[in-house]
């Protein structure tokens, strides 16, 4: 589940908000998970291979403290989380029950996951944030998981702030919120997402320059060859 190198470097400088105008461009609109906000300020933009999990609702006679212990559990799941990996929880929106505390995050630090992503909430927040591990979530609550989810699966489908999420996908995170960049798209975002943040660099500085939007922003055939031009010469 490895992400190739030269897809890191090519998507290194390029912001969430720019995948999701590749992407819209090719017809998908629903990419940015609901919920998903950075735990603090200043954490670094973060991409990786999704690694999902799912959450159902609480049912009594399986969400309990014992479940814990049972292999199916978010205990086994976090062994099973590869280096560099983006761990994706299907939380189901539920914002009164946090999926995992300092203990947990702690111990996915240590495995090298890259970032936590999910539509729920973290409890023990204080010892979240001195694991180091970025989160992007809803917030905090003090009650356990099993207050009101079950867990019951890792590497499935999910949703996660309404957006599918499979295995493999590959997920971005930054100040904007996490992105899910589906598996079988991935080289053509690669291709042309770079391009898409060059030319916005490019238009930023007409901007700047006092130049006015209309035939701009998109560019018109007389501003694309200039930006050609400048682009040629960088």
Do not use: H
Not at 45 to 65: H, K, Q, S, Y
């Amino acid at each position: 589940m490895s992400l190739d190198p030269a897809i890191r470097a090519a998507l290194s400088g390029v912001s969430t908000a720019t995948i999701t105008t590749v992407l819209l461009k090719k017809g998908l609109r629903n990419v940015w998970m609901r919920g998903t906000r950075p735990i603090r300020a200043g954490q670094p933009r973060i991409i990786g291979p999704a690694f999902t999990l799912r959450f159902v609702p609480a049912r009594e006679d399986l969400a309990t403290p014992e479940s814990w212990s049972s292999p199916i559990s978010t205990r086994g799941a976090i062994e099973a989380m590869p280096d560099g990996c983006v761990c994706v929880a299907d939380a189901m929106g539920v914002t009164d029950a946090g999926i995992f505390g300092d203990i947990l995050c702690a111990r996915m630090a240590k495995r090298n996951v890259a970032a936590l992503v999910t539509d729920g909430v973290v409890r023990d927040i204080a010892g979240v944030l001195g694991t180091g591990l970025p989160v992007w979530c809803q917030g905090a609550a003090a009650p356990a998981s099993v207050a009101g989810l079950t867990f019951v699966a890792w590497e499935q489908p999910i949703g996660c702030g309404g957006v599918a999420v499979f295995p493999g996908d590959l997920i971005m995170v930054d100040d904007d919120g996490a992105v899910c960049i589906p598996q079988k798209l991935i080289p053509v975002v690669v291709a042309e997402a770079a391009e898409q943040e060059r030319m916005e660099e490019w238009i930023m500085g007409e901007v700047n320059g006092g130049a006015s939007l209309p035939g701009l922003y998109p560019p018109n055939a007389e501003n694309k060859a200039r930006y050609e031009a400048w682009a040629k010469n960088r």
